[in-house]
């Protein structure tokens, strides 16, 4: 977060100001250390300060405050003044910015699995150019990469939300200025006025969107302006009792005490948020409490000896506020970094070695690269600072590309890699074939770790699921599109991960496949707790809207598979969705259709959060990615459903024992990797399961005689 804004006042301010010789706050340094301080250990130890993130509010109510104020002191009134604010910007932030950017994705080049090349040059990009906040919360819609591992630059969101509010609040009070002097009235009041609109506005938006779209709201500036302008609002009120310098003499007194009450009031409202706040529901409304409490701080201005300012205002302190923007810049990519060197989990030791580093790298940072390029040297041209600013931000960019062109190249490289390996009769499901008699496993791995996560159903490529907020309806044709035998495919995601298996089935049976797909939601007459009533419902209806379709269409058979992992409203669990496939399941049994239940895969996220990522640091060591039978199993309360019917027009096909032994559950199957994320196959791997499926799809559409592969791991297929 940005740091060293000098505030000097005049002698004649209402609010007097405790200073260090140099001009800064004490105060305010105070409050700097105080925010970064909570943000690292948050990161560092999430459970002893649950709320320590809103660190990141302190630190806008701060920014807005010390900038509007500069702004008040010396307004901008020609586009000179505007270049003249925005190159002291970049000479303040830019050059520390984009040297931990550098040092960050080289870093991450040498120490980080391939897996996190692409993201990391894509996310570097975005910090580069500010708009990481935006690029994040496209990502945090995106069911397939919400939960991606985190690269080395997602701390930036908050400095783009900031850097954003630099370029336009410096314009909204140019204008303002404008405004004073046709009206011929003070600078500060109308200021106050300009400020309240868009600070109104923005926590409107805040406490509606977060309701309705928690993951983005947390991200985007529309719903985080209002903090900054929070404290603009501040400095523009203390502004306006700049004059009222008759009213000191009288209130002193009164101050003196109030000044501690508020200042406690604003600190106990921090410590609150810190201690009991979780980031759901957050900002909305929810922010409004540590906002107002460190604006009370600041407001207080309070230098009693009965006040946290105090403590706040020693030398250790001052110091981490001093170097706190370097600090907050350093801490994220050495706490990301770190694990994959040492290819384990924090520990104590090392957690406390990354907060030691930090603040060394930033202490450097702070005296060799801040200070020496925050004051310009004499005569030189408002231009400068634009063109470095370019070049660098282009230099850093560059990087970044031809990083993600790599990984590109390695993607077109697997298409080749792919074909040469479906040749083997031992390569992927083949493996685990009882009559195969496979032993050693190839030494290359297709797709690569770098390639998984984009080894996926062409049904992504095509869009063809219904996403959050579950509005309007979809559905696309895949297969023989002239065959006269149709197949309705119906689920959430782990019913998508099947279509690459079945699509190759459609050709060779001469059939084809209409999709019904939507992600999160599931095809059941249960209501599912979503975060808004509306999605809840939207829901439903489209459950409601595929059964429908699945009813009135000629479909010979209706394959579904789901991975039921959300809360029924209500409560009940696994039961409460057991009934509502029942239910369902029902419907189309009454409508005369054949029903094939796809048993949902094992689910490795409950040991390893994302496979690939886990292969690609040991590839050599793949028993480190794979988990238990026991622990990867999970139930299914849809197979359990049709498993109750005992109907012979609704069967389940339990294929666990192509993605397990009897014990263990690798992630790795003959050569093919089995999951391009936590719980979802890649469409290598389901391909690979064509000879199982085929005759599975075939004996569910009531074809007599049919015979489907054992294999070695057990005896139970369908």
């Known amino acids: 977060m940005t740091t060293g804004v000098l505030i000097r006042r005049r002698r004649?301010?209402?609010?007097?100001?405790?200073?260090?010789?140099?001009?800064?706050?004490?105060?305010?340094?105070?409050?700097?250390?105080?925010?970064?301080?909570?943000?690292?250990?948050?990161?560092?130890?999430?459970?002893?300060?649950?709320?320590?993130?809103?660190?990141?509010?302190?630190?806008?109510?701060?920014?807005?405050?010390?900038?509007?104020?500069?702004?008040?002191?010396?307004?901008?009134?020609?586009?000179?003044?505007?270049?003249?604010?925005?190159?002291?910007?970049?000479?303040?932030?830019?050059?520390?910015?984009?040297?931990?950017?550098?040092?960050?994705?080289?870093?991450?080049?040498?120490?980080?699995?391939?897996?996190?090349?692409?993201?990391?040059?894509?996310?570097?990009?975005?910090?580069?150019?500010?708009?990481?906040?935006?690029?994040?919360?496209?990502?945090?819609?995106?069911?397939?990469?919400?939960?991606?591992?985190?690269?080395?630059?997602?701390?930036?969101?908050?400095?783009?939300?900031?850097?954003?509010?630099?370029?336009?609040?410096?314009?909204?009070?140019?204008?303002?200025?404008?405004?004073?002097?046709?009206?011929?009235?003070?600078?500060?009041?109308?200021?106050?006025?300009?400020?309240?609109?868009?600070?109104?506005?923005?926590?409107?938006w805040s406490i509606i969107y977060t309701r309705s779209h928690p993951p983005q709201a947390y991200f985007i500036t529309t719903t985080r302006i209002w903090e900054?302008?929070?404290?603009?609002?501040?400095?523009?009120?203390?502004?306006?009792?700049?004059?009222?310098?008759?009213?000191?003499?009288?209130?002193?007194?009164?101050?003196?005490?109030?000044?501690?009450?508020?200042?406690?009031?604003?600190?106990?409202?921090?410590?609150?948020?810190?201690?009991?706040?979780?980031?759901?529901?957050?900002?909305?409304?929810?922010?409004?409490?540590?906002?107002?409490?460190?604006?009370?701080?600041?407001?207080?201005?309070?230098?009693?000896?009965?006040t946290p300012n105090r403590l706040l205002a020693g030398r250790p302190a001052q110091y981490l506020g001093d170097i706190s923007y370097s600090v907050y810049l350093w801490h994220w990519p050495i706490i990301v970094l770190v694990p994959y060197a040492t290819k384990h989990d924090l520990t104590v030791g090392e957690k406390v070695g990354i907060v030691v580093a930090a603040v060394a790298a930033a202490g450097l940072t702070k005296r060799y690269i801040e200070d020496r390029f925050r004051r310009p040297r004499a005569a030189r041209s408002l231009v400068v600072p634009f063109r470095w600013a370019v070049a660098g931000m282009a230099g850093v960019i560059a990087l970044s590309m031809v990083q993600i062109g790599e990984v590109d190249r390695r993607l077109h490289q697997q298409l080749r890699d792919v074909r040469l390996a479906a040749a083997d009769p031992c390569f992927g499901a083949s493996a685990m074939r009882a009559d195969r008699h496979c032993v050693a496993a190839p030494d290359q791995v297709v797709p690569s770790p770098i390639a998984a996560p984009k080894d996926m159903s062409f049904s992504y490529k095509y869009d063809c699921q219904l996403k959050l907020p579950f509005t309007g309806f979809k559905s696309c044709v895949f297969g023989d599109r002239k065959a006269t035998r149709n197949v309705a495919l119906v689920g959430n995601s782990h019913a998508i991960h099947w279509l690459p298996a079945l699509q190759q089935v459609a050709l060779a049976e001469h059939f084809k496949i209409t999709t019904f797909f939507s992600e999160q939601c599931f095809a059941t007459t249960a209501r599912i707790q979503f975060p808004t009533r509306a999605e809840t419902e939207n829901c439903l209806h489209w459950g409601q809207q595929v059964m429908n379709a699945t009813k009135a269409g000629a479909y010979d058979l209706v394959?579904?598979?789901?991975?039921?992992?959300?809360?029924?409203?209500?409560?009940g669990g696994d039961n409460a969705f057991q009934q509502g496939y029942t239910s369902y399941v029902k419907n189309w049994l009454n409508a005369n259709r054949r029903v094939l239940v796809l048993r949902d895969v094992p689910h490795p996220a409950t040991t390893v959060d994302d496979v690939p990522n886990c292969v690609a640091q040991h590839r050599h060591q793949l028993t480190a990615c794979q988990g238990s039978r026991?622990?990867?199993?999970?139930?299914?309360?849809?197979?359990?459903?049709?498993?109750?019917?005992?109907?012979?027009?609704?069967?389940?096909?339990?294929?666990?024992?192509?993605?397990?032994t009897k014990t263990t559950c690798p992630p790795v199957i003959g050569g093919a990797m089995v999951y391009f994320d936590g719980s979802h196959i890649t469409a290598t791997y389901a391909r690979t399961l064509v000879p199982v499926l085929e005759p599975i799809v075939a004996r569910a559409m009531g074809a007599k005689k049919v015979v489907i592969p054992a294999a070695a791991a057990g005896k139970e297929h369908a």
């Not at 394959?559 to 409560?571: D, F, H, I, L, N």
């Not at 197979?639 to 024992?657: C, F, I």
Request: charged share 15%; proline share 5%.
């Open 228 to 306: 900054l302008a929070t404290g603009a609002l501040l400095a523009a009120l203390v502004q306006c009792a700049v004059p009222q310098r008759m009213a000191r003499h009288r209130t002193s007194r009164l101050r003196a005490v109030l000044r501690p009450i508020v200042a406690w009031a604003g600190y106990a409202t921090l410590a609150y948020a810190v201690l009991t706040f979780g980031s759901d529901g957050f900002p909305g409304y929810k922010a409004l409490l540590p906002v107002l409490g460190t604006a009370a701080v600041i407001a207080a201005n309070d230098q009693s000896p009965f």
């Open 559 to 571: 394959v579904t598979s789901e991975r039921t992992y959300m809360t029924p409203v209500g409560g």
């Open 12 to 204: 004649d301010a209402a609010v007097t100001t405790k200073s260090r010789g140099d001009g800064v706050r004490k105060d305010i340094q105070g409050l700097r250390a105080l925010a970064v301080a909570l943000v690292v250990v948050f990161h560092l130890w999430t459970h002893g300060a649950r709320g320590g993130f809103v660190g990141v509010d302190v630190f806008f109510v701060i920014s807005g405050f010390l900038i509007t104020s500069h702004l008040l002191t010396k307004p901008p009134q020609t586009l000179s003044d505007l270049g003249a604010f925005w190159a002291r910007r970049i000479r303040r932030l830019l050059p520390a910015a984009l040297t931990v950017l550098t040092v960050s994705l080289l870093a991450a080049r040498l120490i980080a699995p391939d897996t996190q090349w692409k993201n990391t040059g894509q996310q570097i990009m975005a910090a580069t150019l500010y708009w990481q906040n935006w690029h994040l919360a496209g990502q945090s819609v995106d069911y397939l990469h919400e939960d991606s591992p985190p690269t080395v630059a997602q701390h930036f969101w908050s400095l783009s939300v900031e850097e954003q509010f630099y370029m336009m609040w410096p314009v909204l009070l140019a204008a303002t200025v404008m405004v004073a002097r046709l009206l011929s009235r003070r600078l500060a009041p109308l200021a106050a006025l300009a400020v309240s609109v868009p600070l109104v506005a923005s926590l409107t």
């Open 630 to 660: 026991s622990s990867w199993m999970h139930k299914d309360p849809l197979a359990d459903a049709v498993r109750g019917m005992k109907s012979n027009k609704a069967v389940v096909a339990n294929l666990t024992d192509w993605f397990c």
